[in-house]
């Protein structure tokens, strides 16, 4: 691909922790980053604004990616405006932990419509310019949790268990058409999410990780970043652990 050519790069769940330094990793000059986030969020003009001082363009809306329709009219309004998707980035995720036993069907719902089905509606809407273009970068975040399982955490396992998988079939469809898509899975990552746990929880969690601290989204970040370069070109359907050592 010619360097000349802006590469457009889409991000879901982009306007804060890990998503706002993932946006931040590919950003630069010729990249033009379209993030989304569900609900509104104030943090998303500053991660605009970080976006255009490493040199890029910034475009952000408020998308909940468990829409089809509206995931399918975010990315016409990315073709028509741009006219190609390089980069996807399926990042937006949410928890709602519960035991299984007392989990709501709505709290098993949510997080399966956004975690899992998001990335297949995001996945699907990029894919056709990308078979056109004989070219893209598809990145996914999983979980270590989709690996190693979790409890309290029925409904999050299965999403990102089922974004493994989703990674490992869609490269095997895509490749012949020089599409990679590769996953990243996230161990403990110091994010508001994270910081938000009771400290006994916190403390029994990083007493578990060989590093003994928290990742931070930059961790995960700089790992997108390589999956999105062509670095990276003859690396497809994998799934790279970044978590300190916690799951092997």
Same mark, same amino acid.
């Given at each position: 691909m010619? /360097?000349?050519v802006q590469r457009t790069i889409? *991000?879901?769940?982009?306007?804060?922790?890990?998503?706002? &330094?993932?946006c931040l990793a590919l950003a630069g000059p010729d990249t033009h980053i379209y993030f989304n986030y569900f609900p509104a969020d104030e943090e998303a003009s500053k991660t605009e604004k970080l976006i255009t001082d490493a040199g890029g363009m910034a475009t952000s809306a408020v998308l909940n990616v468990a829409s089809e329709k509206d995931v399918e009219s975010f990315f016409d309004r990315i073709l028509d405006e741009t006219g190609r998707i390089d980069i996807l980035v399926n990042n937006a995720g949410i928890t709602r932990d519960s035991l299984l036993? !007392?989990?709501?069907?709505?709290?098993?719902?949510?997080?399966?419509d956004i975690n899992?089905?998001?990335?297949?509606?995001?996945?699907r809407a990029a894919t056709k310019p990308m078979m056109k273009? !004989?070219?893209?970068?598809?990145?996914?975040?999983?979980?270590? *949790?989709?690996?190693s399982g979790n409890p309290g955490q029925? %409904?999050?396992? &299965?999403?990102?268990a089922g974004i493994i998988g989703l990674t490992k079939a869609v490269a095997l469809e895509l490749a012949s058409r020089n599409i990679t898509v590769n996953a990243v899975a996230p161990g403990f990552i110091e994010t508001d999410m994270t910081a938000a746990l009771? /400290?006994?929880? !916190?403390?029994?969690?990083?007493?578990?990780?060989?590093?003994?601290?928290?990742?931070?989204?930059e961790d995960?970040? &700089?790992?997108? &970043?390589?999956?999105?370069? /062509? %670095?990276?070109?003859?690396?497809?359907?994998?799934?790279?652990?970044?978590?300190?050592?916690?799951?092997m």
């Open positions: 010619s /360097e000349q889409v *991000v879901t769940g982009g306007s804060r922790g890990i998503g706002r &330094a993932i036993v !007392r989990m709501k069907d709505k709290d098993w719902n949510d997080v399966i899992l089905k998001g990335t297949f509606y995001c996945t273009q !004989r070219f893209g970068r598809i990145v996914n975040i999983a979980s270590v *949790v989709g690996a029925a %409904n999050y396992v &299965a999403s990102k009771p /400290e006994k929880a !916190r403390d029994a969690m990083l007493s578990g990780i060989p590093l003994k601290r928290g990742g931070k989204p995960i970040a &700089a790992v997108v &970043a390589f999956l999105a370069s /062509e %670095n990276a070109a003859y690396i497809t359907g994998q799934t790279i652990h970044v978590n300190g050592g916690m799951y």
